[in-house]
């Protein structure tokens, strides 16, 4: 089951999205039956999403549980156990909360349902400019179903949160996922993603490469990606054995 949301975008300007898809499925690592992350801190999965707290108010976590939706069959669910709630006057959310970083338009699913069987809950979804794009409503507690959420602005960090009380989360996909933290070496060195260049801050040699190992660009300096095929890259620097992923 399947139910679309669409927005219209708080401001306009040219951009560009992927249509790669990243999917994050709570059954799987790095969550599933033997998670390898915790929920009393903020972490970054290394494919791109946020799952925030602040460390006292903490997320239920991950618990077994089977749900089918649109054909995929989930065995785990990730628990907010509450609302995400921002500390007024701000309106990002502050705990129990998901994050990704989109370059542009993207095509948000959330497949999850409402943690009691009896009550509905809303899903709050603010950007980094703390402007509350729109909400879904009315999500079921009876049956888990996939939520689609159609961002249409520019490029920027995206929030999910519920406004108050438990939803159950079983997966989340996004298109135009920006990945900046695949290896924290390369952006100690300077090296980082804004949506629209790779920046270069400290004069590397850096190296572009696509999914079948074809070099695309080379620089010293930032690289603009604006002419770039949408698609995931590799970015490397000479002399240096690590890389960092970008989606574009």
Do not use: H
């Amino acid at each position: 089951m399947k139910k679309t949301l669409l927005f219209t975008a708080i401001a306009c300007m040219t951009v560009f999205g992927v249509n790669a898809q990243t999917v994050w499925n709570f059954s799987n690592v790095p969550f599933g039956a033997t998670p390898t992350v915790v929920f009393t801190s903020t972490f970054t999965t290394p494919d791109g999403l946020t799952v925030g707290t602040d460390g006292t108010t903490n997320w239920t976590g991950l618990t077994a549980n089977t749900k089918t939706i649109d054909g995929v069959t989930y065995t785990i669910r990730l628990q907010t156990g509450g609302g995400g709630s921002p500390v007024a006057p701000s309106k990002i959310p502050v705990t129990r909360y998901l994050a990704i970083n989109v370059s542009g338009p993207s095509t948000i699913n959330i497949g999850m349902i409402s943690s009691s069987s009896g009550a509905s809950r809303t899903l709050i979804v603010v950007n980094a400019n703390e402007s509350v794009l729109d909400s879904v409503v009315n999500i079921s507690g009876a049956t888990a179903s996939t939520y689609t959420y159609n961002y249409t602005g520019a490029a920027s960090k995206i929030y999910l949160y519920s406004r108050a009380s438990g939803i159950n989360y079983y997966y989340l996909s996004a298109t135009s996922v920006v990945i900046t933290s695949l290896n924290q070496i390369l952006t100690d060195k300077g090296v980082s993603f804004n949506g629209s260049e790779i920046c270069n801050t400290k004069g590397l040699s850096l190296e572009v490469y696509n999914v079948l190992g074809k070099r695309v660009a080379s620089s010293m300096t930032s690289i603009p990606t604006v002419n770039f095929q949408k698609g995931i890259y590799i970015v490397r620097a000479s002399g240096m054995n690590n890389s960092l992923k970008i989606c574009i």
